[in-house]
């Protein structure tokens, strides 16, 4: 199960800077992540300042 990012986004951009294969990208209202490219490594929701991100 890839990582989700929820509601609490801010887009700041912390996570996609981690992301070691670009899995994730500015969306319309906040960041994605393609589910089909993540890893599941954890690096974006460590690197996320507002817990935003899950499996």
């Known amino acids: 199960m ?3 990012i929820n509601d609490g986004c801010v887009s700041c951009g912390a996570c996609a800077g ?3 294969v670009n899995a ?3 969306g319309d209202t906040q960041y994605v992540i393609d ?3 993540c890893l ?3 690096a974006c929701a460590d690197a996320c300042p ?6």
């Open 40 to 42: 599941e490594c954890g």
């Open 2 to 4: 890839a990582y989700v």
């Open 35 to 37: 589910a089909d490219v």
């Open 50 to 55: 507002t817990g935003s991100i899950s499996l």
């Open 24 to 26: 994730i990208s500015e």
């Open 18 to 20: 981690e992301c070691p």
